[in-house]
C-alpha cells in the first residue's frame, strides 16, 4: 500500500481544507446546505447568525471521539486539524474574499465540485471532516461501500431538517448540491481502487 510522507499529508489537508472552505462559502452566500457536518455548521449559521467557522468547529467536537475509537488517534488528528483549517479558511475569507452576488444555480454546481474535490483530497491522505464523514469512512473501510452512496443517504436526512429553515428553492437547489458532493466522492473514490496512508 502505498504511503504518504508527513509533508504531502499536510499539505493534501491544508488543500482539501482551503476547497472545502471555498465551497461553504458560496453555499453560505447563496443560503444553501449541503450534508454532514458542514451541512449541519451552515444551518446553525442561518439559524443563529454566528459564523460558519465557529458553528462547524464545534460541532465536530463530540465526534473526535468517535474518530479515535473507530479510526485511531493519527485519522483523528488529521480529522481535527482539518476541521480547524477550514474553520480559519473560512473565517479568514470573509476578509480576504468579498462575494457581493453569485447565481443560486451556479453556487450549487461550483460549491457542490469543490466541496466534494476537497472530500476527495481528505478521503486519499485518510482524513475526515467531522462526523458524518468519519462515520462514511468507517463504513467504506469496513465493508467496503462506496464512500459517496453512505454520505448521500446521511445528507437528505441532515437536508430534511432545512424544511423548516430554507425556502423550498434553496432546499431543492441543496439536494442538487450535496448530490453532487456525493457523486465526485462515488465516482472517484473506490474500496479498489486508490487508498493510501500517512507513516
Known amino acids: 500500500m ?45 439559524a443563529t447568525g454566528l459564523g460558519f467557522g465557529v458553528t462547524f468547529f464545534v460541532v465536530n467536537l463530540p465526534f473526535y471521539i468517535l474518530a479515535v475509537w473507530r479510526m485511531g488517534w493519527a485519522f483523528a488528528l488529521r480529522t481535527a486539524l482539518a476541521v480547524s483549517l477550514v474553520s480559519v479558511f473560512n473565517w479568514a475569507g470573509t ?8 447565481d443560486p444555480i451556479y453556487a450549487t454546481i461550483l460549491g457542490g465540485i469543490l466541496t466534494g474535490i476537497g472530500l476527495l483530497v481528505l478521503f486519499r491522505h485518510r482524513t475526515g471532516l467531522g462526523g458524518t464523514n468519519i462515520l462514511a469512512l468507517y463504513l467504506h473501510e469496513r465493508f467496503g461501500w462506496r464512500t459517496g452512496y453512505i454520505q448521500l443517504a446521511i445528507d437528505l436526512l441532515i437536508l430534511a431538517a432545512a424544511l423548516f429553515v430554507l425556502p423550498t428553492q434553496n432546499l431543492l437547489l441543496s439536494i442538487l448540491g450535496a448530490a453532487i458532493v456525493s457523486s465526485v466522492l462515488a465516482i472517484n473514490h473506490k474500496p479498489d481502487r486508490y487508498i493510501a496512508v500517512s507513516y
Open 95 to 102: 476578509f480576504l474574499l468579498d462575494i457581493e452576488r453569485i
Open 2 to 46: 502505498t504511503r504518504h510522507p508527513l509533508h504531502e499529508d499536510l499539505i493534501a489537508i491544508a488543500t482539501g481544507a482551503l476547497l472545502v472552505s471555498l465551497g461553504t462559502m458560496l453555499y453560505g452566500k447563496a443560503m444553501l446546505l449541503t450534508g454532514g457536518t458542514v451541512g449541519i455548521g451552515l444551518l446553525l449559521q442561518f
